[in-house]
């Protein structure tokens, strides 16, 4: 089954300590996404990935750090928690074939849902 | 970037059609526009892309007008299922979610 997986699902951790929000697809999708969804706020994308080792900034970066060593992973890195960064996190991925047919249609996990006290 | 608007709400009676208007006024010109449904505790659901003019599939229409500075979901006959929040997405590669619309469909 083709699907986008996000662990762990749920996570109530403490200010300043390291953690990662794993993200695996296995459509052998080009692109990966990352984003965080806030009450009033909506949807911001953080980070994306358009291929292996190659990664740029979204809208809300800041307190956050990924990698893309495999082309299926896209790890999300909080290298030091901060309660503003309690959210529910988005992974996604999709094609990305400008012209194509569909382009970049995003699949979504199921969500990371987040609270840093 | 993009920026995208939204009408924050609306309501509907079932069997209606129902389209919602997203504002983007400066989108870019690779930028698509893409929609999503999203049903609570779960990720968006793609629904329909397009770059200009109309594309439609089997579950909606987008309507782009040639400026592409805004674009329109048409749901024909929405049910009490299409309850949900519905997002308009610009961009490519760095992307923009719209403000979200919250459907209420009434019986």
């Known amino acids: 089954e083709a699907q986008v997986t996000q662990n762990p699902r749920y996570l109530i951790t403490v200010t300043g300590k390291k953690l990662t929000v794993t993200c695996s697809q296995n459509m052998n999708h080009e692109y990966m996404s990352w984003y965080r969804q806030d009450p009033g706020l909506g949807l911001r994308q953080i980070y994306y990935?358009?291929?292996?080792?190659?990664?740029d900034k979204g809208d809300v970066p800041e307190g956050y750090k990924v990698s893309r060593k495999e082309k299926r992973n896209f790890p999300l890195i909080l290298e030091s928690p901060s309660p503003n960064q309690t959210s529910l996190y988005f992974c996604a991925s999709s094609f990305r074939v400008w012209g194509g047919v569909n382009t970049g249609e995003l699949f979504f996990g199921e969500g990371s849902r987040l609270t840093v006290l | 970037l993009a920026k995208t608007t939204q009408p924050i709400s609306m309501d509907s009676y079932e069997g209606q059609e129902v389209n919602i208007t997203c504002s983007h006024n400066?989108?870019?010109?690779?930028?698509?526009i893409t929609w999503y449904q999203q049903f609570p505790s779960q990720g968006p659901r793609f629904i329909i892309q397009g770059y200009k003019t109309k594309v439609t599939n089997e579950v909606a229409s987008l309507f782009i007008p040639a400026d592409r500075k805004s674009s329109t979901l048409s749901l024909p006959r929405v049910s009490l299922s299409d309850t949900a929040v519905y997002y308009c997405l610009v961009g490519y590669q760095k992307v923009t979610f719209g403000t979200g619309t919250k459907l209420q469909v009434i019986p």
């Open positions: 990935s358009m291929n292996v080792e190659v990664t």
């Open positions: 400066n989108i870019a010109t690779n930028d698509y």
